[in-house]
Structures are given as structure tokens and as C-alpha cells.
């Protein structure tokens, strides 16, 4: 049985800033309390305001919101991985994990176009 849509980019999320935890704490300790702390909050707004999205019966606000933030958090990975804080390794993760996240709002952006 296949999860709607809603639910995947909700868990497929989730399981992002688990790994995005694990990866920002190797952070320079100057680094820990801006960067870092920048890139958790982005995070946890992406996923707040799938949440919205996902209860809310008007969402083109909601969605619009939710690709800003997620074009926000893709530079923010980016420009740690070009700092030298976040190894290529973990960059490479988080960033197919934006793109699919991202691929996942815009298949949510044209669904609600259809409907209107």
C-alpha cells in the first residue's frame, strides 16, 4: 500500500534532520551556534510547515512558504559544505535529500494547481 503524498515527503523529512543532526555536530564549536543553529532551525520551519500544509484546506500560501524555506536550507547546506564544515559525503546525502524533498513539494505545488 503506497503512502499519500503528504505523509512520504513528512517522513522522508524526518529522517533528513535525523541525519542532519548527526552531521552538524562535527561543526567547529564557533561554528555550532550560527551555521549550525541556522541550518537545525530550517529545518525543523521545512518540517513545520509541511505539517501546515498538510492541515490546512487552502495550502498555496503553506506551499509557497515551503519552497522558499527549502531553497533557504539548500544554501545553508551549501555554503557549509563550502566552508569545510560538512564533508562531501554528508553534503551529497543532504542535498539528494533537499532534491527529492524539493521534487516532492513541486509534484504537492502542481497537484493543488490541478485542483483549482
Not at 552531521?23 to 505539517?51: D, G, M, N, T, Y
Not at 492541515?55 to 557549509?80: G, H, I, N, P, W
Request: aromatic share 8%; proline share 3%.
Amino acid at each position: 500500500m503506497t503512502q499519500p503524498a503528504e505523509l512520504r515527503i513528512r517522513k522522508h523529512t524526518e529522517e533528513m534532520i535525523g541525519y542532519a543532526y548527526v552531521a552538524l555536530k562535527q561543526f567547529p564549536k564557533a561554528e555550532r551556534h550560527v551555521l549550525s543553529a541556522e541550518i537545525r532551525a530550517a529545518c525543523w520551519r521545512l518540517l513545520r510547515l509541511i505539517i501546515i500544509c498538510n492541515k490546512r484546506y487552502f495550502k498555496k500560501t503553506t506551499l509557497q512558504e515551503l519552497d522558499a524555506e527549502l531553497d533557504l536550507l539548500r544554501s545553508l547546506v551549501r555554503m557549509a559544505h563550502e566552508l569545510g564544515f560538512l564533508p562531501l559525503k554528508q553534503y551529497e546525502h543532504l542535498a539528494r535529500d533537499l532534491d527529492a524533498i524539493g521534487g516532492m513539494t513541486g509534484n504537492w505545488i502542481k497537484a493543488m494547481r490541478a485542483r483549482a
